[in-house]
């Protein structure tokens, strides 16, 4: 379960660089897409599934998400509970929504302004979510 635990917060760090460096790239470039921003779009929203993967696992057998009596009223329980599973499913579809669309639309500057749109609220619902260790939710930096 440690290694778990300690494998999704640590790749916690790879998904927001790649979500960040897709971001910059999506921000920059207007005039040409190539395969190489497909594939980094692309590898920053398998890295949300694959975090969803192992937080799923964690979901269903961590202490912290369990639903015990009086769950809501315990910051940690509710946060692992329902706050961070709900608000990063919901982030994971914006991101896979938005890759769909960016891969559909036929204009590369459409692209890259659906990449930087949907991301950047992608983005915005995990910074929110995550439990950073000045939140007081019993998780670290790693």
């Known amino acids: 379960?440690?290694?778990?635990?300690?494998?999704?917060?640590?790749?916690?760090?790879?998904?927001l660089g790649l979500l960040i460096y897709a971001l910059i790239n999506a921000f920059t470039k207007k005039d040409s897409y190539e395969?190489?921003?497909r594939l980094l779009n692309m590898f920053?929203?398998?890295?949300?599934?694959?975090?969803?993967v192992i937080g799923l696992?964690?979901?269903?057998?961590?202490e912290k998400a369990k639903m015990i009596d009086g769950w809501m009223s315990n910051a940690i329980h509710r946060f692992y509970g329902m706050e961070h599973i709900l608000l990063?499913?919901?982030?994971?579809?914006?991101?896979?929504?938005?890759?769909?669309?960016?891969?559909?639309?036929t204009e590369n500057t459409?692209?890259?302004k659906t990449i930087a749109?949907?991301?950047t609220i992608g983005l915005i619902l995990i910074l929110a979510s995550i439990p950073w260790p000045f939140r007081n939710l019993?998780?670290?930096w790693f």
């Not at 379960?1 to 998904?15: N, Y």
């Not at 696992?57 to 961590?62: A, D, E, G, M, V």
């Not at 938005?98 to 559909?104: D, E, S, T, V």
């Open 1 to 15: 379960m440690e290694i778990l635990v300690r494998t999704h917060s640590g790749l916690r760090w790879i998904v």
């Open 44 to 52: 920053a929203m398998v890295s949300l599934h694959i975090q969803l």
């Open 88 to 105: 990063m499913i919901i982030a994971i579809v914006i991101v896979t929504i938005g890759h769909g669309k960016a891969k559909r639309a």
């Open 117 to 119: 749109l949907f991301y």
């Open 57 to 62: 696992i964690l979901y269903f057998t961590s």
């Open 35 to 37: 395969k190489s921003d």
């Open 138 to 140: 019993g998780a670290g």
């Open 110 to 112: 459409k692209k890259h």
